[in-house]
């Protein structure tokens, strides 16, 4: 489990395609202190396992499915990565919860200063579209941000100084694609949900202001 506070930038040293997946090495700081195999690294929002240690660098392999959702599959040697060690147990929640699972990816196709911050305008397929809510969370390449508006084709987050500089953020271009995913409690209550909602063959209940009633919600 991840926050979305990315910790440092890395950057792919190397790629190594084999079998419809890939073996990345990553170029990494002071994140690396304490790591060992086996360890859980976001890389782009993307949980990975360490798979080698090397001095500066570590190693990860990926799997077809991952390399098809996420941004990973596009990326070459030199491209800058959102890096993040998993939370651990009893450590500071600074952003949301993130999974590290990616949901779908997206597209920059607007960004423009407003006083010190600066908008980012994304394009997302629809069918996440009932997962944002305006002033929710949504982790964008591995980075926890305020919706600040919902559109049409996607929605905008405003990105401050600090976030523009300390992320890939701010090198971003109109065009790039993105890894999104949406705020996993927002899926759980859905597939909570599920037997309650109309036309669902695991039962006859639907909620209603009724049901809310009976079971004491209002």
């Known amino acids: 489990m991840f926050t979305g506070l990315v910790e440092e930038i890395g950057r792919l040293q190397a790629r190594e395609s084999f079998r419809g997946g890939a073996k ?13 195999v086996g360890d859980s690294i976001a890389v782009n929002g993307v949980c990975l396992t360490v798979t080698e240690l090397a001095a500066g660098s570590f190693s990860a392999v990926v799997m077809p499915e991952t390399l098809r959702k996420s941004n990973l599959g596009a990326l070459t040697p030199g491209a800058e990565l959102n890096l993040e060690r998993a939370l651990p147990l009893g450590g500071r929640l600074g952003g949301h919860l993130v999974s590290g699972h990616i949901d779908a990816t997206g597209t920059l196709v607007r960004r423009y200063p407003e006083g010190n911050a600066v908008i980012m305008h994304f394009r997302m397929p629809a069918e996440l579209n009932r997962y944002l809510i305006a002033k929710g969370s949504i982790a964008v390449d591995g980075v926890s941000l305020t919706i600040a508006a919902l559109n049409p084709e996607g929605f905008s987050v405003s990105v401050i100084p600090h976030s523009a500089a300390q992320t890939t953020l701010g090198r971003m271009k109109i065009g790039d694609t993105v890894n999104l995913e949406v705020d996993l409690i927002g899926k759980y209550v859905e597939k909570l949900l599920e037997p309650y909602l109309e036309g669902s063959p695991e039962s006859g209940k639907k909620i209603t202001a009724a049901f809310l009633m009976e079971n004491g919600f209002i």
């Open 24 to 36: 990345l090495v990553i170029s990494a700081g002071a994140l690396l202190e304490g790591a060992v």
